[in-house]
């Protein structure tokens, strides 16, 4: 019992220090971690294929609300990120012509050129981790890290 909470409590150490080395990664410099997050809901949301089924055509970009529920935080704080993402250019807002009511959020050119800096820097980093664990040690990584989120899921899901 006592090597199970050894273990268990260097995976949370571990852990947490994985998060704050990659939250401190170069990405800073180009966009904050929680815009790139916000920049790729909006870039996917907009660049997303509509179905055949669907009779209407896909949306411009993404409400406040849905990103609200994504990002699972208040309104007014996606509200107040936004107001923020929109004074540096990275996102607008735009009604359609069907209902002016309904505010949609997309990305502006800027934040199409951040998203992109920030995307290429990431990929380089993950290149670097991939090279450096080797191919066979990252496939087993992945799949420990896919088992992880498994078991994190199913004990969220027994919990609720």
């Known amino acids: ?4 909470h050894s273990q268990g409590k260097r ?14 990664h170069q990405l800073a410099d180009i966009v904050k971690q929680r815009e790139f997050h916000v920049l790729g809901i909006i870039s996917s949301r907009m660049h997303c294929e509509h ?6 055509p896909a949306t411009p970009g ?11 935080i208040t309104m007014p704080s996606v509200s107040q990120m936004i107001n ?6 990275y996102v607008k807002r735009v009604t359609t012509k069907n209902d002016r009511r309904v505010v949609y ?3 502006d050119v800027e934040g199409e050129a951040a998203l992109k800096r920030a995307k290429k820097a990431f ?7 991939v090279s450096r664990l080797g191919n066979e040690e990252t496939e087993q990584l992945i799949t420990l890290c896919d088992q992880l989120y498994e078991i994190i899921d199913d004990i969220k899901k027994r919990q609720s």
Do not use: A, P, W, Y
């Open 84 to 89: 923020g993402m929109e004074e540096k250019g």
């Open 62 to 72: 993404i409400k406040v609300s849905e990103l609200s529920e994504l990002l699972q």
């Open 123 to 129: 990929l380089t980093f993950t290149d670097e981790i």
């Open 105 to 107: 959020i997309m990305l």
């Open 11 to 24: 995976l949370i150490e571990v852990m947490s220090k994985i998060r704050r080395v990659s939250s401190k």
């Open 51 to 56: 179905s055949l089924e669907q009779e209407q």
């Open 1 to 4: 019992m006592k090597q199970e």
